[in-house]
């Protein structure tokens, strides 16, 4: 059985990092859009997180205020330099980020991905508005907040319609079908999603039973 494992070591940390954005012009439109939509999953779950954390949570922000004006760039004009570089800074601030927590998006995705070989930041976007509805009552407050900031209209309803106007302008599947998962394991993935680290970071408490039913709605 394949698994996804997250392993943490300061030691594995690089010296050094060259964000390059002219480096990232020739990647094929689906792994601007997957990885862009990682990005943004990094920082929406960080954000999210209950953790303590008030740099990350600043970060987390900004990330997703960059993803939002620059990943459409980028996607419709790759040779968009100044969107790529911003798309960069993006990507390394929800890694920074997510030292706040990640949460359901990446518990899900992690075993779908393992399983079916799906791309891991397209899974993302496909589960997200469930992961956000799964966990309205806990953060539909900061939610808010973020939208304001982003200038999005309409508090926790209007980031959740926002989100799902990006997947569809991005051409992201609505559902996990659409990228060949099947509903005869979700036994197995529920239990391999419960055995994730991420799950502990996620601002509503995850157990077989809503594990189950996310699987259920994404698929
Ligand atoms: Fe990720």
Redesign the pocket.
Known sequence: MHVKKIIFHPKVLPSVVICDPELTVGMPKIITIGTGM?AF??CLEAFSSPHYHPMSQGIALEGMRLVKEYLPRAVADPGDLEARAHMMSAAMM?ATGFQKG?GAI?AL?HPIGAVYNTH??MT?AVVMPACLELNRPAIEGVIGEAAEYLGIKGGFDGFFDYVLKLRSDLNVPDKLREMGVGDNRIAELTEMALNDPSCGGNPVELNAENVEALFRACI
Do not use: I, K, T
């Open positions: 990682d999953a990094h929800g990640l990446h995705s891991h930041g993302n």
